[in-house]
Each structure stands twice: as structure tokens, then as C-alpha cells.
């Protein structure tokens, strides 16, 4: 089971690295999808098999979706392209590694402060449905309606 | 009779109020009246006493009119003492008072504040008299400090020209800072002897301290700086020329003849105490020998006919210091009447003279007056005769005893003999400068002489005392210590008494005869610059100008903004510019905050994982 | 049909942590790179994924269920966020024919700008 997830965070990190230095969008995207399959993979190793479903439906197959559709729709082309390499150059780079790199060692240090080994237990999605209806009940129907604000947002901004 | 003692201070004290409360809308003749008039009723009553006082026999007389203040240790009675010393002034400052007043009825005629100038004489007599008759330090000091304000009030008598204005304050700031001196020399003394009252702080100190010892030098050196302010001495004389600001009689009686000689009297009454800090003593001798020379140097190249007398009198006051410094003590209170009357005579004739000649004072203007004015002609000269010491005049006796003490005198030489021998050869050299330039030479203008019996009168009886004065014997004995009687040899004698009518000589060769040119010699090269240093005072004004009044300017231009609010300003202006930095990350470019995001989340958690 | 509680083998939560960390700061830094809104976006993605991520190992590690209601609370926000921002950017677009980019020295954003 480590094996499975050491291996997927592996192919998550490079598919994620692949994403933020991609000229082209398209292939960004896809890159990301892959990223974000592979968290899947890691969900389901940490006993999240719900959330790992999740993700892969809604993120994966709804918001990525969506993405590239309105990427295709858009039609931005070779111009797009050159221009983000134009822009891409090596230099660019600097100031966020720059902030990057001790930002990353800082959290690593902080993560390692405490050496804790734990039990995983699966968590089913029964759990997951009991809670819902139940203590968090609440969020649910914020979570709609955030899901209704964003709609008659984009359907209003997308107008003009 | 002596206990109609306390109407003498109080009769023109009556008088001022009088002159006050009527806010000068008396007539001029009634004002003048009660003006001159009180001076002379408080000199019928200081006959009265003082002539019971000399027929008691006794050495003093106190009387006590209340308590000013009793706190704690401190008893400080309104006073009045009277011995030797204070009679002598008391009968000089009532007998010259009143002839000056009688004068000045006659001068300030047709002044349009007639009134108000014979209220605050009145005021100054008032507040003189009590400073002679006190019997105690603090009284004393009340009085010095009333004169001093008289004597702003009368030297900026004609208010409207500001440049009046300015001499009175210069007057009364110098003398202000003497008087700070003198404050904390009495707040020592009372320390140090626990009491105010003269004879019986002497007495004190006598008993407590030890000759030369630093209490003693702290406090004599402090009433000396008292002292020096008042008469117009090294360090503090600058005031005194610029003083002639102000009508002339109040140049006779303040700065003649009763104001200026109150620093002498003061240290006359504290001899004692300057017996017991011999090297102060010494010192008051070398103040009084170096300001006669300078003053004497600097009355040579004066050309108004009111600042020749006024350095003329510093140089003579200096004389009285020599005189203390040297333990002549009443040497120093017997020049000092004689002074008092030849200086009042030339002061009132040089207002004569200005009179006629139509308000001018610069003698290179006058010239040859000797038929025109006849009357301030001969009285002048018996004035200079008496300011020279002309064998015979009042002034011959005083100065002698003066030089001979200070031959005796032998610390440091014979320097301070020989300063007043020089200094008798530039009197006679200025005195006679003066008469010449007025009375003698090519007349250039002409001059009408002013008469009547109350500008007159009082110059005549003047002149008799310039005259006679020095046969007076005065009763100073049980006030002093004993004097050896000084027998200079008869060389000594002659050497005294002909060497000075050199400079006599000198002025009558260069200024009659005309065989120096004057003009030449201060025209050009060496010449022009002493002229130019002894005219301004040895550039004593300069030097004042230079080390205290531009640091005091420069310190309240640079504290003009006060620097205790730009505390505040600056805290505002630090509050501003923060503000300025900070809205400065206010972009609107959205990278730019997306950045700063990022850098402020590496500085938390940095900082989460470092706490 | 009921998943049967297994017990799995242990991964130390500090590598899932690690894991969220490292691909935060890989989004970070691409919202911080890139100047097209779409890639910046994207990287927000990035981001709030691994976020949900961490929600995650972190459930597992105590065994309960409120990180994998929070996983889906972000799911549901990063949906509404994409929605909108894809919306204003396809009518942006159209408008000006090429996809909007944010520089460097962008001007300032005023009320006429992106919202």
C-alpha cells in the first residue's frame, strides 16, 4: 500500500511541476487532470475512498471539464502560446523560487517537529453521508448556496 | 528732634503720591511746588535731625517704624539707622536733591509732562533715602532696587522716541544683573551669619569667619558685583553714557551725583566684611583704577558735552573704589560729596549751556561762548576747577587724601598710586579739553543765555559748595576704623598736586593754541584707530554684543521653533510618512499582491516555526 | 454496500503533509509566475487541492470523518470559483481576443477592470 502511495505522490508532484511550466494551455490542463487522478489514488491509500471518488467526479470530470471547455471555446491559439513563452523566461523563475525554497524548508521543518505514527482506519462513505445529515448539516445548505451564488454570478458576469 | 527722623523718606514719598494720584493734571507751577518743595521740607527735617544727632554725640541712632517680616530666623525691621555715614549722604542727597529740583523746575519748563517727571523724582529721593537709612540689607536692597526703577522711569522719560526706550532698558537690564549678584551675596550672608541687619551681621562675621576665607570672599565679591552695576564700574559701566538719554537734571541727580555713588556707599557700610576678604579688597581698588583709566581715556574723544561728564563721573567714581580698595574709607565717602556737588554744577551748567544754544549738544559745534554766556561761563569753570582738584576747591582735598592713601598702599607695587596720578593728569586733560572746545576758539553759533532765579540760583549755591565743600569736616569717625593720618613728603606732595596741571597744560597748548591738529592726528592711520577704541568705551559695547547678546539671539532663533513642540510636529510628521510608505503598497496591480501574500506567509511561518 | 473496515498499512502523516506542502508551494509559485489569468487560475487549483489534501491525511490520521466534509466544502468553493472566474474570463475574452493577463505593471485595478 506504501508503494501505491509513495508512487502516486510521485507521479502528483511531476505532474504538477509539468503543469506550472507549460506554454500551452491544453496541455497544462491535462497535466493537471493527471495530477489530480493520481490524488485520487493517494485518497483511496489514506482510507478516504469517498473523497477519493469525489475528486475524481467533481474535480477531475466536472471543473476540469469545465476548464478545458472554456479554454477550447476561447480559441486563444498560437498567439497565446508565443506569448507565454515569451514571458516564461528563466529569469521568471527567480523571485518565486527564491521565496519558494525556505518557505518549503520552514514547513518541512515544522511538519518533522512531531514524529507521530498512526492507525489508519477507513472511513467509509456511510460515515460520511451520517455526518452530513447530521452535524454538518448546516454546511451542506451553505454549500448549495454558495453553489447558487457562483451560478447566477457566472451566468450574469458571462453575459456581457 | 531725631525722631522726626522717619519724615525725611517719607516727605517725598507724600509728594510722588501727590504728583501721582492727580495723574499729572496739576498746573505747572503747583506741581513744581510740591515737587521741589518736598525735597526741601525733607531737608529741613534732615537738618533737624541730623544737627540733634551731631549735638547728641552719639555714634548711631536707630529708629524702627514696624516689622516688614519676622519668619523663622529671619527679622527684618522697616528700619532707620543713623550714623556718620548715613547723615552725610542723607544731607547730600536732600541739600543737592533740592537745588536740582529747584533747577529742573526752571529746565523742564513747558515740558508737557511736568508733572509726572517731578512725581518720579520725588520717587527716586524717596526709595535714595531709604537705601542710605537702612538699617538692614533687605531695606537697603529695597531701595536699590526702587532707585533702579526710577532711574528707567526718568531716563526714558520722553518715551516717544524708542531710541529713549532702549537706553532705559539697557540701564536697568545692567543694573538688573548686579542686582542678581547682589541678591544671592545677601541670601549667603544671612546663611552664613543669620541675620540682615548690617552692624549686627559686621559684628558676626568678625566673630565666624576667618580672614580670607571663602565664605567671606563669596560674599563680598557678590555685593561687590551689586556694587559695580549700580556705579556704573568695570564690568557693568556700558549703561551709564547711553543714560544721558534722559533730561539733564536727572543726569545731575542720578547719575551724578546720589544713584551712582550708591555702590560706594554700599560697600562703605559693609567695610567690615571686605576687611575679612583682603583680596576682594584689593580688588574693588584695581576695578576702581582700571575703569578711571578707561573711562578717562574714553571722555578724550566724546564730542557730546553730556557723555564727556557722564565717563567723567565713572572715572571719579572710580576714584572712590581706589579709595575703598586701599581702606580709605571715608577718603572714598568725602569724594563723594565733593563729587556730588561739582558734578551737579557741571551737569546743570552743560544744561545752561544746551539751553541757549537751542537743544545742542556736540561741542565741536560750540565754540568761543566765553562773552556770550557769561553767567555758565564762570560757573562752569569753578566746576572744572573742583572735577580737576585745583588746589583750593573741594575737590583738591578729597582726591589728595585719596592719592596719598594709595601711596601707602604698596601691594602690587605702586600701581594703583600710579593709576590715579594718571588718571588726575587725563581729568585735567578732558576737563580742560571740554572748556576749551566750549568757551574758547572760533564762535560758530550762537548762544543766548536762559535766565531766571530757579536756573540760576541753584548753580550759584552749587558753585559756593564746589568751592567750600572741602573744609567740611565729615563725622564719619565712629563708623570707621582708624586711619593713620598719611604725612606725604613734601616732594610727594608737590608731585601730586603738579604733575596732573600737565595735562592742563596739554590742553591748553593743543586746544587753544591749536599746535597739534587734532584733526590729523585722529584722521588718519594709528591714530584713527585709538580714537575709534577709546571712543567706544574700549569696545566694551562690542564686546558685550559679541559674547552675550548674539549667543542669546542665536539660541532663540534656533529655539523659535520651540523645540519642545516639534516633539509633537515630528511625531506627526513620523505618523505622515508612514502613512506615505504604506499606502504605498497599495498598487492595485494584482501580482503584486498575490506576492506579497506569498512573502508574508514564508515571514509566519518562518516565524511559527522559529517560536 | 458496506465497505469492510480494514486496517491499512501505515504511512506516516508527515509525508502526506509533506506531499500537500510540496504541491502548495508548487502552485504558489505558479500563481506568482504565470500572467495569464487561466494558468493562474489553474494554479489556484493547484493549491486549494492540495489543501484538501492535507484535510485529508489529516482525517485519516485521527480516524474521523469532519476532514473529508471539509475536503468536500472546499470541493464545493473551488466549483463556484472556477465557475465565475471561467465566466468573466470567456466574456473578456471575447471582447478583447485574447486571454486577459495580468503583468507585472499592470495598471491599476479600477472598478472598469476584471470585476
Redesign the interface.
Known amino acids: 500500500m506504501s508503494v501505491l502511495f509513495y508512487g502516486s505522490a510521485i507521479i502528483a508532484v511531476l505532474a504538477t511541476l509539468l503543469v506550472i511550466t507549460r506554454t500551452n494551455i491544453v496541455h497544462a490542463l491535462l497535466y493537471f487532470i493527471v495530477s489530480l487522478l493520481a490524488i485520487a489514488v493517494i485518497f483511496y491509500t489514506l482510507g478516504a475512498p469517498f473523497a477519493a471518488a469525489l475528486e475524481i467526479i467533481v474535480y477531475a470530470g466536472a471543473i476540469m471539464v469545465m476548464f478545458l471547455f472554456v479554454v477550447m471555446m476561447l480559441n486563444l491559439g498560437q498567439v497565446t502560446q508565443d506569448q507565454e513563452k515569451a514571458w516564461l523566461t528563466p529569469s521568471v523563475w527567480i523571485g518565486p523560487s527564491i521565496m519558494a525554497v525556505p518557505l518549503l524548508v520552514a514547513v518541512i521543518y515544522a511538519i518533522n517537529l512531531n514524529q507521530e505514527q498512526m492507525a489508519h482506519t477507513v472511513v467509509g462513505g456511510k460515515e460520511i453521508g451520517v455526518a452530513l445529515f447530521g452535524p454538518y448539516v448546516l454546511a451542506v445548505e451553505l454549500a448549495s448556496m454558495l453553489l447558487l451564488a457562483g451560478l447566477v454570478g457566472a451566468y450574469h458576469l458571462a453575459r456581457k | 528732634m531725631l525722631d522726626l527722623l522717619w519724615l525725611v523718606p517719607v516727605i517725598p514719598f507724600i509728594g510722588f503720591l501727590i504728583l501721582t494720584l492727580t495723574f499729572g493734571k496739576l498746573p505747572q507751577l503747583a506741581a513744581g511746588i510740591v515737587g521741589a518743595g518736598s525735597i526741601g521740607l525733607s531737608f529741613v527735617f534732615a537738618f533737624l535731625a541730623g544737627s540733634s544727632f551731631l549735638g547728641a554725640e552719639i555714634s548711631s541712632y536707630s529708629q524702627t517704624l514696624w516689622t516688614w517680616m519676622s519668619v523663622g530666623d529671619l527679622e527684618v525691621g522697616f528700619t532707620l539707622y543713623l550714623d556718620g555715614v548715613s547723615l552725610v549722604m542723607m544731607y547730600v542727597i536732600t541739600g543737592i536733591g533740592f537745588l536740582i529740583h529747584v533747577y529742573a523746575t526752571g529746565y523742564m519748563s513747558g515740558d508737557p509732562s511736568f508733572a509726572r517727571f517731578f512725581s518720579y523724582m520725588n520717587l527716586f529721593v524717596s526709595a535714595m533715602l531709604i537705601l542710605v537709612l537702612a538699617d538692614n540689607l533687605a531695606l537697603l536692597f529695597m531701595g536699590w532696587e526702587g532707585v533702579g526703577l526710577c532711574s528707567y522711569l526718568l531716563i526714558g522719560f520722553w518715551y516717544k522716541d524708542p531710541n529713549n526706550g532702549y537706553c532705559a532698558r539697557k540701564a536697568f537690564v545692567m543694573t538688573r544683573v548686579g542686582d542678581a549678584f547682589m541678591a544671592i551675596g545677601l541670601f549667603t550672608l544671612f546663611v552664613s551669619t543669620g541675620t540682615l541687619n548690617i552692624q549686627e551681621a559686621m559684628l558676626e562675621a568678625e566673630a565666624q569667619w576667618v580672614v580670607g576665607s571663602g565664605v567671606a570672599t563669596a560674599v563680598t565679591l557678590l555685593l561687590l558685583g551689586g556694587a559695580v552695576g549700580k556705579s556704573a564700574q568695570l564690568p557693568l559701566q556700558t549703561w551709564l553714557p547711553d543714560a544721558m538719554a534722559g533730561p539733564t537734571p536727572i543726569s545731575a541727580l542720578i547719575h551724578a551725583a546720589t544713584m551712582v555713588t550708591a555702590g560706594v556707599y554700599l560697600i562703605a557700610r559693609t567695610h567690615v566684611l571686605y576687611l575679612l576678604a583682603p583680596e576682594v579688597q584689593y580688588l574693588v581698588g584695581v576695578i576702581g583704577a582700571i575703569t578711571l583709566l578707561m573711562a578717562g581715556f574714553t571722555a578724550l574723544t566724546q564730542s557730546d558735552i553730556k557723555k564727556v561728564l557722564a565717563f567723567s563721573t565713572v572715572s571719579q567714581i572710580g576714584y572712590m573704589f581706589l579709595a575703598l580698595g586701599v581702606g580709605a574709607w571715608s577718603s572714598a565717602i568725602f569724594h563723594l560729596m565733593t563729587h556730588a556737588f561739582f558734578k551737579a554744577l557741571l551737569f546743570l551748567t552743560a544744561g545752561s549751556i544746551i539751553l541757549a544754544m537751542h537743544h545742542e549738544q556736540d561741542i565741536f559745534k560750540m565754540g568761543g561762548l566765553r562773552k556770550d554766556l557769561r553767567w555758565s561761563h564762570a560757573l562752569f569753570l569753578i566746576g572744572t576747577l573742583g572735577l580737576v582738584a585745583f588746589p583750593g576747591f573741594s575737590g583738591f582735598f578729597s582726591k589728595e587724601e585719596i592719592l596719598a592713601s594709595a601711596m601707602e598702599n604698596h601691594d602690587g607695587g605702586y600701581i594703583l598710586y600710579l593709576a590715579g596720578l594718571l588718571g588726575a593728569v587725563m581729568t585735567y586733560l578732558y576737563s580742560f579739553r571740554l572748556y576749551f572746545l566750549v568757551f574758547y576758539g572760533k564762535k560758530t553759533h550762537d548762544g543766548h543765555e536762559v535766565m531766571g532765579l530757579h536756573l540760576q540760583g541753584p548753580l550759584v549755591l552749587l558753585a559756593i559748595g564746589a568751592v567750600f565743600a572741602g573744609f567740611i569736616h565729615i563725622p564719619v569717625e565712629g563708623v570707621f576704623p582708624e586711619m593713620e593720618e598719611h604725612h606725604p613728603s613734601v616732594m610727594a606732595q608737590a608731585a601730586m598736586i603738579l604733575l596732573p596741571m600737565l595735562g592742563g597744560l596739554l590742553a591748553w597748548w593743543v586746544f587753544v593754541k591749536g599746535k597739534v591738529d587734532t584733526e590729523k592726528l585722529a584722521g588718519q592711520g594709528f591714530g584713527a584707530k585709538l580714537h575709534r577704541f577709546w571712543f567706544t568705551q574700549w569696545g566694551m559695547d562690542w564686546l558685550y554684543d559679541k559674547i552675550i547678546v548674539t549667543p542669546y539671539t542665536w539660541l532663540a532663533e534656533v529655539n523659535k521653533n520651540d523645540f519642545i513642540d516639534s516633539i509633537y510636529n515630528g511625531s506627526a510628521r513620523a505618523v505622515r510618512f508612514c502613512h506615505e510608505v504604506m499606502s504605498e503598497t497599495q498598487t492595485g496591480q494584482l501580482r503584486w499582491y498575490a506576492i506579497s501574500i506569498a512573502y508574508g506567509l514564508l515571514l509566519l511561518v518562518v516565524l511559527g516555526v522559529l517560536l | 454496500m458496506?465497505?469492510?473496515?480494514?486496517?491499512?498499512?501505515?504511512?506516516?502523516?508527515?509525508?502526506?503533509?509533506?506531499?500537500a506542502?510540496?504541491?502548495f508551494?508548487?502552485?504558489?509559485?505558479?500563481?506568482?509566475?504565470?500572467?495569464?489569468l487561466?494558468?493562474i487560475?489553474?494554479?489556484l487549483?493547484?493549491m486549494l487541492?492540495a489543501t484538501?489534501?492535507a484535510f485529508?491525511?489529516a482525517?485519516?490520521?485521527?480516524?474521523?470523518?469532519?476532514?473529508?466534509?471539509m475536503?468536500?466544502?472546499i470541493?464545493?468553493?473551488?466549483?463556484?470559483?472556477?465557475?465565475?472566474a471561467?465566466?468573466?474570463?470567456?466574456?473578456v475574452?471575447k471582447?478583447q481576443n485574447?486571454?486577459y493577463?495580468?503583468?507585472?505593471?499592470?495598471?491599476?485595478?479600477?472598478p472598469d477592470s476584471l470585476f
Open positions: 458496506e465497505m469492510p473496515t480494514v486496517t491499512m498499512q501505515v504511512i506516516p502523516m508527515e509525508h502526506g503533509l509533506l506531499l506542502a510540496i504541491l508551494i508548487m502552485g504558489m509559485v505558479g500563481v506568482l509566475t504565470r500572467r495569464n487561466v494558468f487560475l489553474m494554479s487549483e493547484i487541492n484538501g489534501l485529508i491525511v482525517s485519516s490520521h485521527w480516524g474521523q470523518v469532519d476532514g473529508q466534509i475536503f468536500l466544502m470541493l464545493s468553493l473551488a466549483a463556484a470559483e472556477v465557475a465565475v471561467l465566466g468573466r474570463i470567456a466574456a475574452s471582447a485574447t486571454g493577463q495580468c503583468t507585472w505593471r499592470d495598471e491599476r485595478l479600477g
